[in-house]
């Protein structure tokens, strides 16, 4: 009978010490998955970080940081609620690891929450001592809150201190390309790539700023690689997108936006761009769908406010056009185009110096635009003074050679100076490029004078 205990005892000892050995292993798999799976967030790769978290958790449900890092995902994926939700949870295993406090700060920043992001970036900054890693990340909050100097001198203390500088110097590049600072921006993902040249959050982030200044294939040498070997980091996407639209590559355009998308819910530049493509493409739906987006990530995005305001003014929908610029103009009072859009409905109802006014302070703000060069020789056209006129198209053309409207009011400036086969041939340029409205050329004052000449009418035909 003794002997039969003790083989009872023996067997049960055996097994809980498997199960405890089972239960190690499992947790130390789980531990090494959570380490991998922010490996390659710190490297973009959310697609593969979610399988990785996903597997951690599997196998230690109790797992805080793995939990904390789900939420973290979930949160970029734009499900907040089950973010917020994981968060809590991971904070109640573990309340004083400030890695999780880190994740909680993330969570509530997706979600729109900047005040108790910084209050939880605040209590990882404690736990960790002042991490290199969370001051980088309360920098990110605070240019989120307009409050760019506070980020940068944070920022600039972490670069001065080592640890960490190649993040810092990235989030620093960022506040300087937001404020269209590119210069300065480029010399600080510089910085991050001579402290790590692996960090692929600089290079993609280097290749928007040379994309910024016309260098489309300096940017394509970048980043192909990446590219190439199927990366889930948006930012590589969102270059990849705006190269393939410099090439009028449409269709790749939209396969990389939507590439952005999917691995960054609230990527607004990537919103943005596919809504002005499903505008090209004449689908207002889609437009307006991704439009929308943006604006629940942020509700006064005046650029998002102006995009929707310009399809409802093409549609005919004055009023709510006009009511959603107004909008746009209140939520940021310094985006050019909002004053530009609206000097052309000034301009239609015949209020040709207070459209000049706008279009003049439209020209302040970013002289450079083409959309606000087109219509302020438009303007000019209407004021019959030919040479201001042909100055702004002028302007406009050589930042978009193949804008119609610039060339159309280009020849009607030259037609104006009785300069006939000049004006006929940029009218032959808009012609090329798509140029087709029979009423501007029979009713514009500028031809009045050309209506008979054979070739005119020959362009009276083809608009036909």
Known sequence: MRTKIFAV?????????????????????????????????KKGEY?????????????????????????????????????????????????????????????????????????EAGRALELSQDSPEVKCF????????????????????????GQNSDLA???LG?????DKNFEKALEQYDLALAKNPANIEAIASKALVLIEKGKMKEAFELIKHYDESGTDNPKIHLAMAKISKANKNRVKEEEELTKAIANDKFNRESYLMLAMLKMEQGNAGEAERNLFRILEIDPNNGEALYYRAYIKLSMGQTDEGRQLLEQAIKADPSFSLSYTLKSNILLKEGKLEEALDLLKKSEQLDAEHPFTQTYLARAYII???AGLAEKHADKAIQKDPSNILALYY?????????????????LEKAFENGFNESAKLNTDFCWQPYREDPKFKEFLKKAR
């Open 9 to 41: 005892i023996f067997i049960l000892i055996i097994t809980t010490s498997s199960l405890l050995t089972a239960g190690c292993e499992n947790k130390y798999e789980s531990n090494k998955k959570t380490k991998a799976a922010i490996e390659n967030i």
């Open 47 to 119: 697609g593969k970080a979610t399988g990785q978290i996903d597997e951690a958790i599997k196998q230690y449900r109790k797992n805080a940081l793995a939990l904390s890092v789900k939420a973290f995902l979930n949160a970029k994926n734009g499900d907040g609620g089950s973010a917020k939700r994981i968060i809590r949870q991971a904070v109640m295993l573990d309340k004083t690891n400030w890695q999780i406090r880190l994740n909680s700060a993330k969570v509530f920043l997706f979600s729109g929450d900047t005040e108790r992001a910084l209050e």
């Open 138 to 161: 309360k920098a990110e909050i605070l240019s989120q809150k307009n409050e760019p100097a506070e980020a940068a001198a944070l920022l600039t203390s972490v670069i001065q201190g």
């Open 169 to 171: 110097a990235v989030t």
């Open 174 to 178: 960022d506040i300087f390309f937001k």
């Open 383 to 385: 004021k019959r003074d």
């Open 410 to 426: 280009k020849a009607s400036a030259l037609a104006m100076q009785n300069k006939k086969d000049q004006a006929f041939s940029f």
